[in-house]
T-cell receptor, first 114, second 113 residues
Framework: NAGVTQTPKFRVLKTGQSMTLLCAQDMNHEYMYWYRQDPGMGLRLIHYSVGEGTTAKGEVPDGYNVSRLKKQNFLLGLESAAPSQTSVYFCASRPREPGNSPLHFGNGTRLTVT | GDSVTQMEGPVTLSEEAFLTINCTYTATGYPSLFWYVQYPGEGLQLLLK?????DKGSNKGFEATYRKETTSFHLEKGSVQVSDSAVYFCALNYWAGNTPLVFGKGTRLSVIA
């Protein structure tokens, strides 16, 4: 059972380039999340989705877009990358109920913007 | 709003030492409380949880008790090992609804042989 899979694992972008991070889960979870992790900042929520076709903003959504066209996939897009978006990005998922179900995380994507 | 505060790290201990990582929370309702662990190069994984006051969560020798009167959920282990070196996150959310998990900033633990 693969769980939550993130691709790619590493990426280097130049300022202004675009890219899409893919998250795929095979647990039939309704809820999916994108976080970024920076030193001393912990985890910050970028966007999340409570079901196919729905998305919502988290704590730090600016500069990112997301799409949830299929239940198992949650895409995070950077339209015009900036050095401030250098970070490690984590995707997570959980079932709808109960609300306190634990999150299942992927192993992260390390993004460097030069 | 809800928040979680953890002791700042890094914490460095010798093998077999006693570990405490403090976590306190502010919540508007009656949250469930969690500890997640992140090993180097990996994503977070659930270590333990407690869903109501006075519950004790435990796993892999780690324990934490949900203390409503002190709004705390401190993580403890009696004898740490080198393999426990990781970053530990305290978090909360609610049994009902879709409120995203609220995380503390994490505490890095290094255990030396």
């Amino acid at each position: 059972n693969a769980g939550v899979t993130q691709t790619p694992k590493f990426r280097v972008l130049k300022t202004g380039q675009s890219m899409t991070l893919l998250c795929a889960q095979d647990m039939n979870h309704e809820y999916m999340y994108w976080y970024r992790q920076d030193p001393g900042m912990g985890l910050r929520l970028i966007h999340y989705s409570v079901g196919e076709g729905t998305t919502a903003k988290g704590e730090v959504p600016d500069g990112y877009n997301v799409s949830r066209l299929k239940k198992q996939n949650f895409l995070l897009g950077l339209e015009s990358a900036a050095p401030s978006q250098t970070s490690v990005y984590f995707c997570a998922s959980r079932p709808r109920e109960p609300g306190n179900s634990p999150l299942h995380f992927g192993n992260g994507t390390r993004l460097t913007v030069t | 709003g809800d928040s979680v505060t953890q002791m700042e790290g890094p914490v460095t201990l010798s093998e077999e030492a006693f570990l405490t990582i403090n976590c306190t929370y502010t919540a508007t309702g009656y949250p469930s409380l969690f500890w997640y662990v992140q090993y180097p190069g990996e994503g977070l994984q659930l270590l333990l949880k407690a869903t109501k006051a006075d519950d004790k969560g435990s796993n892999k020798g780690f324990e934490a008790t949900y203390r409503k009167e002190t709004t705390s959920f401190h993580l403890e282990k009696g004898s740490v090992q080198v393999s426990d070196s990781a970053v530990y996150f305290c978090a909360l959310n609610y049994w009902a609804g879709n409120t995203p998990l609220v995380f503390g900033k994490g505490t890095r633990l290094s255990v030396i042989a």
